[in-house]
């Protein structure tokens, strides 16, 4: 708080000799047509705000273009904010231009390693109507925030609060959100565990807002990263038919057909009220109970306050929680902890010592053949990482976690890494005999994460349950896959690639999860869903695919049903109505009609 | 006195006739021969459910040591239509890990239609069980689809997306459902924790010296799980060579469990961080969360490390330079190192410095 | 040293012998399998899941159609309706015998688990138990190492047919179950 009143006194300061300059603030995502550039909102906590990157694995993209008005007409400069993502003794691979006013700065941008602001020239322009474009050189994931044309000649500050602070000043952005909506239930976070959530509160007829930072709903599961949903049902399987994939290989384009079958049915609901491309970026609390959840549109930048007594936090990296103070845990815990030991993997499968340590992200990829020879260029700034590996397509094997990499700081770093094992191992793949004609068919830009922060709720759900497998009051999900614990190939041997890992299986009979693991413990108001459950590392190991995870979801979205009904909070569902709580997750099983809306 | 001669000479050529086979394994990795003078003993008896006949593990020793474990196994392999009893033997090193397997005499491997294995089906089998990542650790017996008829590339596992041309990549050609029974043999838990549970009871100076010196990393990884706190002291060039040039996993297990009075002297902290270069990036981290808890802290030893900045990724970099803010006493040569590295144009990392005043 | 001519006598005596030793040990083997072709039914004791014993005299002058199974063995079970069936189909000839004999068990499955086993899956047949006699099964001597394994037995007690394994075909086990045994009742 102080630092966020310094900062300002600070930026109102410099700005105060801006009060004779004109400036403009474009943010690139916010532009008309984006091309062949895509948005990506994955970054926002780290790198300030969304941003417009050219994804054309190795073929320029179509400029993404804008207009915006022009008050004076003045010489301007011009910075991009961009960041060289491959930085080292090579042309930086992603390479583009910025063309304003129909003219083409000579500058190249995407060359400063670090988010920075590079100085694109200088440019006179006209009072009016001014188009501006992103010219992309190469296709390999150039990268543009924003773009800031002042006739005062000053850089603006280049990350942090600092920027953040600035960004609000120049964009003149009200305090709190321009508008204000509320609902019976607000689920962040459209994975299978949330849509699960919102279609299980729905149809008993809560009004629910679904928020989702991309286009489409299903998360890993959906089309965007592919990877398809594993797991049984449970007491769910009418609701979770409705949203998860078939078996197809992991990132293969099967994924669109399910992605339409879960729009479908998720569109049904009237009073499930669907806000995709929506990034949340705060909750706001009230002592221990969050009273909104304010988030952005990811392109447009409008922003809803979002209101309801209760929230369902599914957003994989729990970040209502994080925002709300709730108690969490992120990494390994020592194996002593809570007895997790696999004793014949040692410490691959739990370690003696608590660590930082998760299962790692996974970028999927694939390619076909095409008709006659496909060029690649070189990609030196690959080879550092792919080696001499070579594929012809991603697996769940190609999973990169690190000590020194946090999977929700470090994220883009873990992308970018991941995305230069991808090019560097087709490159040394096209060397080879038969390799002329091979070329991309579609390689992710999203991370799909497998682990991150758990949030803490009453019932830490460990091992111990699975290998016991304990049958609680309580027990609203249960699974029969194995718990699949992931550990780095390059820590049995440092010649290999850290990109590739490996798993251990531990097969059991059914087990059970508790609803006690599926609330927060500090926080009063609040729910979660999906791999942010209340679990240790390796109580996550068994329940993080995604008809589990889905399963989580449903219950969820019943337990917000029965709070709904006696103005109750989460852990009331479990000390006082557990009967009547069971029971509707029973009666639902034949539920065949759609509640009408309240 | 003739007739003794003649005697001898009889007894000498039965000798020679009678004699056992030596036992030489058809695939062994152990760098030794099995010889006629090794004693064994039964460790014990397993039996799961899904065993056909308990399964007796033997160790083999020699003379100075321990050398490796056996089992002569007899298990069932079925595929949809017929079965069979299937004998082998396998071999595990000290610390549970296959080393290499025998047929049984008069009972060769076959494959189904009781074709006999070829040379080069026992040569795949090996390096089949030679691979602890294979495919096969996934899959559920009745997950195998061994159809011919069904196209290798319309059929995706139940596990792990893998197609059943990659399963079959792996395994003996027409004895898939061997391959797999005699992997998770190999690979059994069970007889795993049996075998290093043995190996554990036997420890002695003896035996932990002969795992240090041997050549197989998870012989040395045993020792180290094994020190106790003046083994530490006794083997110090082990554990600096094993820092030095072993896996990950042993380089980590030995900075975690250095004991404290041992790691607060200056020559161990030097010696440890003089070899940061050698390290694989997590073994770095590892070093680097210690070097930050460390009270008495060498400032020669940090300053080992700031030779090798350039080659540190960001959050390590970063992480060093906020070990070095927290300590009064850097040398002259730490300073340098990180000046130098400031104005390297060639280290992408070199903005962050920019950060820390106190270098400026 | 000088060899006498006897002892000379002795060692080429002695060395003959070991040739002969070892080249009878090689062939008989051979010899072996060139007997089987006219094998018969070696003289059996089975005691069934109740301890009642069956003898060959009991199976004197009949076709037998022995199946051998075990409980591990999912073809085995996955025969059992196509030799039910055939063996319904010669109800009323008192001169056709089924047997159903459990050989090459697991160590850990007694007579409770089989009976058990059994009755689980719906099936009420006699089971005969081929438990070893002084270390040596029926399993032994027939040299039966795969299952399921079936002997058609002739009026004569010789071993006429060998059929190993289940095509997954009920309808082609019972045909050819049928015409094996027609033909023998023919003889």
Known sequence: MIARIFYFLLISNFLVHFTNSQSILIEAESFDDAGGWVVDPQFVEQMGSPYLMAHGMGTPVANSKTSFLVDHAEEYHVWVRSKNWAPGEWEAPGRFKLAVGGHTLPETLGQTPGWSWEYAGKVRLNSGDTEIELVDLTGFNGRCDAIYLSTDERTPPNAGAELATWRKEVSKEAAIPEESLQFDLVVVGGGIAGCASAIAAAEQGLKVALIHDRPVLGGNASSEIRVHTLGIYGHFERILRMLDTEHYPNGSPEAYKDEIKRHENVEKYDNIHLFTNWRAYDANTEGNRITSVDARHTSEGKRIRFVAPRFVDSTGDGWIGYWAGADFMYGREAVDTYGEAYEEWGELWSPKESDDFVMGSSVLWRTKKSDSKADFPAVPWAEEVAQSHEATEGTWKWELSRLDLHQIEDAEEIRDRMLKAIYGSFANAKKLEGGEDLEFEWISYLVGKRESRRLEGDYIFTFNDVTEQRKFPDSVVMETREVDVHYQQNLMDEDKPDFLSEAIFYKTPKYYIPYRSLYSKNIENLFMAGRNFSCSHIGLGGPRVMRTTGQMGAAVGIAAVICDKYGIDPREVYTDHLEEYMSLIEAQKTYNTIAPKK | ?360 | ?187
């Open chain 2, 1 to 360: 006195m003739k007739r003794r001669r003649l005697l001898w000479i009889l007894v000498i050529t039965m000798g020679i006739v009678q004699k056992d086979e030596p036992e030489i394994p058809m695939y062994f990795d152990l760098p030794f021969q099995v010889g006629e003078s090794f004693s064994r003993s039964i460790v014990g008896e397993l039996m799961e459910d899904d065993f056909f006949a308990p399964i007796t593990i033997e160790l083999v020793s020699d003379k100075e040591s321990p050398k490796f474990y056996t089992s002569d196994i007899k298990t069932t392999v079925c595929d949809d239509e017929i079965c069979e009893i299937m004998y082998i033997k396998l071999y595990w090193d000290l610390v549970g890990e296959y080393v290499g397997y025998d047929t049984v005499s008069h009972h060769p491997l076959t494959k189904f239609d009781h074709e006999p294995f070829t040379k080069t089906d026992y040569a795949r089998l090996h390096e089949l069980l030679q691979n602890e990542g294979s495919i096969l650790k996934f899959k559920k017996k009745e997950e195998l689809i061994d159809k011919e008829k069904v196209k290798a590339s319309d059929v995706v596992d139940g596990t792990t997306g893998a197609t059943a041309l990659e399963i079959k990549e792996e395994v003996v050609e027409g004895a898939l459902y061997s391959s797999y029974t005699l992997w998770h043999l190999a690979y059994n838990g069970k007889i795993k924790n049996r075998l290093t549970g043995k190996t554990q009871s036997l420890l002695d100076k003896k035996l932990i010296k002969y795992l240090l010196n041997s050549n197989r990393t998870g012989y040395k990884l045993f020792a180290f799980q094994n020190f106790q706190e003046d083994d530490y002291i006794t083997y110090k060039e082990y554990w600096l060579s094993s820092l030095e040039n072993d896996i990950p996993l042993t380089r980590k297990y030995i900075i975690k469990n250095l004991p404290e009075r041992i790691w607060t002297t200056a020559s161990v902290q030097e010696a440890v961080c003089k070899m940061f270069t050698s390290y694989d990036v997590n073994t770095r981290t590892y070093l680097l969360n210690k070097l930050e808890e460390t009270v008495q802290l060498s400032s020669k030893a940090l300053e080992y490390i700031s030779n090798d900045l350039t080659q540190m990724n960001r959050n390590q970099f970063r992480h060093y330079l906020d070990i070095l803010s927290k300590r009064d006493t850097l040398t002259e040569l730490t300073l340098a190192n990180i000046r130098k590295a400031a104005d390297d144009k060639s280290f992408k990392y070199a903005y962050l410095i920019e950060d820390y005043e106190w270098i400026n």
């Open chain 3, 1 to 187: 040293m000088k060899i006498h001519s006897t002892s000379r006598l002795y060692i080429a005596v002695y060395l003959c012998l070991m040739l002969v030793f070892n080249f009878f040990i090689l062939n008989s083997a051979v010899a072996q399998e060139q007997e089987e072709k006219e094998l018969k039914l070696p003289l059996f004791n089975l005691k069934n899941l109740d301890g009642i014993a069956i003898q060959n005299s009991e199976i004197m002058e009949k076709v037998v159609v022995i199946d051998f199974w075990a409980t591990w063995c999912a073809p085995c079970i996955k025969s059992f309706p196509a030799l039910i069936e055939t063996e319904n189909s010669y109800k009323e000839n008192d001169e056709v015998i089924f047997l159903y004999v459990n050989t090459l068990e697991s160590a850990n499955r007694d007579t409770a688990y089989i009976r058990n086993f059994l009755l689980s899956k719906g099936f009420d047949f006699q089971v005969y138990m081929d438990t070893p006699q002084a270390g040596i099964s029926l399993a032994d001597q027939l040299d039966i190492t795969t299952l399921p394994h079936k002997l058609i037995v002739d009026k004569s007690g010789v071993i006429r047919h060998r059929m190993t394994g289940y095509s997954g075909s009920d309808e082609e086990l019972i045909n050819d179950l049928t015409t094996k045994i027609n033909e023998l009742l023919a003889d």
